[in-house]
């Protein structure tokens, strides 16, 4: 999985500079908004607890996340949103998942093939490639916060699958209802993750490198700009400094 947890904090840094242009609190109010019709309590309502605890982290006002869950539960007018998911392939067969919430499928779906079909890409059937994924809670910290032995043991007390290595990062995985304790576990630890969501894991991965590495960047980084856009997931696997270097030059915004 060389690579993978470098693009995850690649994709984190990326988020707090959409925070700061108003991109992602669309993005996280669509996800509450959709939640909330499971209910407005998340106490009881797992993922919009998640979409609450995702929308704090981002400095959210109070209030933004109130409005949204009421246009979730019914209680405000809005427009109704929809959930997709789109399953293709990137550069070189790479496997893809894409989230969406929209108010618009079709224009969405239109848009989405689009990109595809730009950097080299093309959508598939349903059930093309999702086959291939797991969900999983997904948390990637920097070796330097903490030992080895010392961070096993917090999140294997906190309920975590599994820690493995990956090149100057440690992957943490867990199932997806044990992801918050694993975090919180963590902070209370004052170790900070660099990268943490609930993520869907790949079985295998597909190497890229060169021109195929950079055309798979652009090709994440533009479906990942897509305002309907909530998450893409793909099998992509990229050595880390050559992910770093697209990063550094551009190649990757």
Not at 11 to 36: M, S
Request: some cysteine.
């Amino acid at each position: 999985m060389s690579g993978h947890s470098k693009w995850a904090t690649i994709k984190h840094k990326k988020g707090a500079a959409d925070a700061r242009r108003g991109k992602i609190f669309t993005k996280l109010i669509k996800e509450i908004t959709v939640a909330a019709r499971n209910g407005g309590d998340p106490d009881s309502n797992p993922r919009l607890r998640g979409a609450i605890i995702a929308a704090k982290a981002e400095n959210m006002p109070a209030d933004n996340i109130k409005r949204a869950i009421q246009k979730g539960t019914g209680e405000l007018p809005g427009a109704t949103i929809e959930e997709a998911v789109y399953e293709g392939y990137g550069p070189s067969g790479v496997a893809m998942m894409v989230e969406v919430t929209t108010d618009n499928k079709n224009r969405t779906t239109s848009e989405i093939r689009h990109v595809f079909s730009k950097h080299g890409g093309n959508l598939g059937e349903a059930g093309c490639v999702s086959w291939m994924f797991t969900k999983k809670g997904y948390i990637v910290l920097p070796k330097e916060l903490a030992n080895e032995d010392k961070l096993l043991e917090l999140v294997t007390d906190a309920g975590a699958d599994d820690m493995k290595e990956d090149g100057s990062n440690w992957e943490v995985i867990s199932s997806p209802d044990r992801f918050h304790a694993v975090v919180e576990r963590l902070k209370s630890a004052k170790i900070e993750p660099a990268a943490a969501e609930v993520s869907m894991i790949p079985q295998t991965y597909v190497k890229l490198a060169g021109k195929n590495a950079a055309q798979m960047m652009r090709l994440m980084e533009e479906l990942e700009d897509h305002e309907d856009v909530q998450h893409v997931y793909a099998n992509f696997d990229i050595e880390e400094a050559e992910l770093q270097a697209l990063a550094s030059t551009g190649s990757a915004r």
